[in-house]
Each structure stands twice: as C-alpha cells, then as structure tokens.
C-alpha cells in the first residue's frame, strides 16, 4: 500500500542549485499538492494540480516550478535554491477537489536544507 | 490576522482527561473544515472531517459554529496514544483559486 510517495527523503543543497522533488501516488487521484512546512507557520500551499497536465499557483509559489506530465506525478523545481527554502516539502493529493470534503493523503515528507 | 489561528499550546494533561481544542478563521466564505493529527516528524493525516451538525467519532468530537467562525475537537479519557500536534484545516474558493489554510496546530501531550 504505497499510497504517495515522496523522494528523496532528506537533501542538502547549496545556494543557487537546482533540484526536483518527485511526488508519485498510485491512488488514482485527480488532484495533487505540494505544501512547505515551517515551524510555527503551519502547511502553505505552494503549487496545486487538478489533472494530468494542468497546475495552479498557491499560497507561496514564488521560487518553485511544477508539472504534471503524468497522471500519477507531480515534479516539485527549484532552479535557483535560497536558504529560505529550507523547510519540509510535503506533497498531498485527493480524489476530489478539497473543498468537497475530501481528506488529503500526504506523503512522509522531503527535509531540505539549503546552506 | 492569520487565516486559521490555534493555540499553540503545549496543553500537558494527564491520562484519562479530557481536553478541547479550538480554531478559529477569519473567512465567512470557507467550506470544508477539518481536524489532522501530525505526530512528531511525520506527515499530517486526517482525524476527522467537521460537519455543520457536528460528529463523532469514538472518544473524538467536532463541532462547527459558523456564526462565531470557530471548531472545535473535543478528546474523551486521552491516552498516551494522543500525544501529537492537532491541525485546524479550512477550504474555501478564493477568486477561483482553491485555498487550503492549515492551522499552525496545537500540540498534545498526554501524560501517564
């Protein structure tokens, strides 16, 4: 039961690299997120999908870049990292849009560190 | 104003107690409400969804008042079990763009 799976688990960057976190979730959801977690400051959402092929902007999404080619995954960019993108990158997806009272699925999270 | 404010707590009681938690939002608009648990390093998974009628679910108990723009989880005879960090999360259509705000969370640690 993989449920949605998140890689790589843990990361060290430099400033001014680039990476790509990988979001895949095997539940057949339409829907899918990608949220930052910092202390005290709670999830905020930084980029959504509500199908393969489509994204939409969140709370927070300057600095970040997605895509969904594929159904099953969502690709999380960071082309120039800064040290306040370190935080814990969580990715989520649904059946349904979050306003039908549909639970989210998170995945167990990406701690990065950017030096 | 945060969207979604909870108290951060910690709320420490012992075995057995009952305990409360509240949140409120400052969005009349919202639609969906709901309660996860995060436990230390882990991901956030869904306790319980919070319907207009309220509900339960075994020892677990969440109201909604839309008139006042608060919820609340209520947890009967805690376990040591409990202990983990309990999010507020609030949905709503923002000129068309879905919005989700989580809560900062209100930690538990229940006690023997």
């Known amino acids: 039961n993989a449920g949605v799976t998140q890689t790589p688990k843990f990361r060290v960057l430099k400033t001014g690299q680039s990476m790509t976190l990988l979001c895949a979730q095997d539940?057949?959801?339409?829907?899918m997120y990608w949220y930052r977690q910092d202390p005290g400051m709670g999830l905020r959402l930084i980029h959504y999908s509500v199908g393969e092929g489509t994204t939409a902007k969140g709370e927070v999404p300057d600095g970040y870049n997605v895509s969904r080619l594929k159904k099953q995954n969502f690709l999380l960019g960071l082309e120039s990292a800064a040290p306040s993108q370190t935080s814990v990158y969580f990715c989520a997806s649904s059946l349904r849009d979050i306003t039908s009272n549909q639970p989210q699925h998170f995945g167990d999270g990406t701690r990065l560190s950017i030096l | 104003r945060k969207e979604v404010e909870q108290d951060p707590g910690p709320f420490n009681v012992p075995e057995g107690a009952t305990v409360a938690f509240n949140c409120t939002y400052s969005n009349s608009a919202s639609q969906s409400f709901f309660w996860y648990r995060q436990d230390c390093r882990k991901e956030p998974k869904l306790l319980m969804s919070?319907?207009?009628s309220g509900n339960e679910d075994g020892r677990f108990t969440a109201q909604l008042n839309r008139a006042s723009q608060y919820i609340s989880l209520l947890i009967r005879d805690s376990k040591l079990s409990d202990s983990a960090t309990y999010l507020c999360?609030?949905?709503?259509?923002?000129?068309?763009?879905?919005?989700?705000?989580f809560g900062s969370g209100t930690r538990l640690q229940v006690q023997p």
């Open positions: 539940m057949n959801h339409e829907y």
């Open positions: 919070v319907y207009s």
């Open positions: 999360v609030v949905t709503h259509l923002d000129t068309g763009r879905r919005a989700l705000t």
